[in-house]
């Protein structure tokens, strides 16, 4: 799609883009993969359609040239997935200023993947994942919303590597949800850093829940929950209806500047004065949580040995995309993040066979 150049009206090829994403959401059969380049695209995008385990639609931000940023400014949803939405791939999109939901995965949508995506300034939840089934996030951040994720009663859900900062409620909330795995998750400067209501089997570790208002980790009645090697510090209260597991900490993180919205940790060996207490305290290695090409580093050398606890950088990236701490829910972005400066082109290509899913689901 091109937001600048294209029309709905068009083929939807790179020559001839489509507009809207929304107009590529309602025209792409499986297996394909659509390219949105760096631009402003104001639309609620609904996707509907169902691609296969093994023949997914992808849609992507092109982020070579620049932000891809989805602006529901008045509208509800940036991204909805419906009830029939299946095998969808997200990745690469700042999604900014939706009324409700960043992200809204509908009930029954299944195999839906969000990637790399930066959901912020949402009036209720950035990622709203409403009993989906078989959810993945990886590489994800939502600040200054609401809530930050929400999952309700999910069968099925993989976060791995997500920030949480600034949001007015939890920055993770857990209702329900079975067989549930959240790791690598920084949850910093929210009511909570993360919230479990009863029932469902959950795990939470490798993660980081530090100077939040309220609880670091409320458990909020009943069973299913299992915390290991995390670093639970300086929240309201650090523990709520639960206890620390013997591999986890109680430590100030070193974040390299939270309140300025730079999430990596302290470390010697990237010219700092002393060494975060997060750094190899993971309960596995780096390469097996698949961020041996993220990094933690102010020098963008990647993570090595045991995994470090919560957030990873993508040193690919020219600079962090973090919201400074400071900003309140659902004000102007600064200048430097202002969508729809440059030029957008944009590409639907029906024609080339899509990677294997394995590209996608393993970074
Ligand atoms: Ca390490």
Not at 17 to 35: E, Y
Not at 92 to 106: E, H, L, M, R, Y
Request: aromatic share 4%; glycine share 12%.
């Amino acid at each position: 799609m091109s937001a600048a150049r294209g029309a709905d009206a068009s083929s939807g090829t790179s020559a001839n883009p489509w507009k809207t994403i929304s107009k590529a959401a309602a025209s792409v059969p499986p297996g394909s993969k659509v390219i949105a380049e760096a631009g402003s695209y104001p639309e609620m995008v609904t996707i509907a359609s169902a691609g296969t385990a093994v023949r997914r639609i992808v849609f992507e931000g092109d982020r070579t040239n620049g932000d891809v940023i989805i602006n529901a400014q008045g509208k509800s949803t940036g991204f909805l997935l419906s009830g029939t939405a299946a095998y969808i791939t997200i990745r690469g999109f700042k999604i900014q200023n939706a009324s409700t939901n960043g992200i809204k995965v509908s009930q029954n949508a299944e195999g839906i993947e969000i990637l790399d995506c930066a959901i912020s300034g949402s009036g209720g939840q950035g990622v709203f994942l409403d009993r989906s089934k078989s959810t993945t996030l990886r590489h994800v951040k939502t600040q200054s919303n609401s809530i930050g994720l929400d999952v309700n009663e999910v069968d099925g859900l993989v976060v791995e590597n997500l920030l949480a900062s600034g949001n007015t409620g939890a920055g993770l909330k857990v209702r329900g949800t079975t067989n549930g795995s959240i790791r690598n998750l920084t949850s910093r400067g929210n009511n909570q850093g993360a919230y479990f209501t009863a029932g469902g089997t959950r795990t939470l570790s490798d993660s980081i829940l530090a100077s939040n208002t309220a609880e670091g980790i409320y458990k909020d009645g009943g069973t299913g929950s299992t915390l290991s090697n995390n670093d639970v510090w300086s929240n309201g209260t650090n523990y709520r209806n639960c206890t620390a597991d013997p591999a986890s900490i109680s430590a100030d993180p070193l974040f390299v500047d939270a309140a300025g919205g730079n999430f990596r940790l302290q470390q010697v060996a990237a010219g700092q004065a002393a060494d975060s207490p997060c750094l190899n305290a993971g309960s596995r290695s780096a390469a097996d949580a698949g961020l041996a090409d993220r990094t933690t580093r102010t020098d963008n050398v990647a993570d090595a040995d045991a995994v470090d606890l919560g957030w990873h950088e993508d040193p690919g990236l020219v600079a962090d995309l973090c919201l400074p701490a400071s900003r309140s829910l659902r004000q102007p972005l600064a200048p430097g993040l202002a969508p729809g400066l440059r030029p957008s082109r944009a590409r639907f290509l029906t024609t080339s066979p899509i990677p294997p899913p394995s590209r996608w689901t393993t970074p």
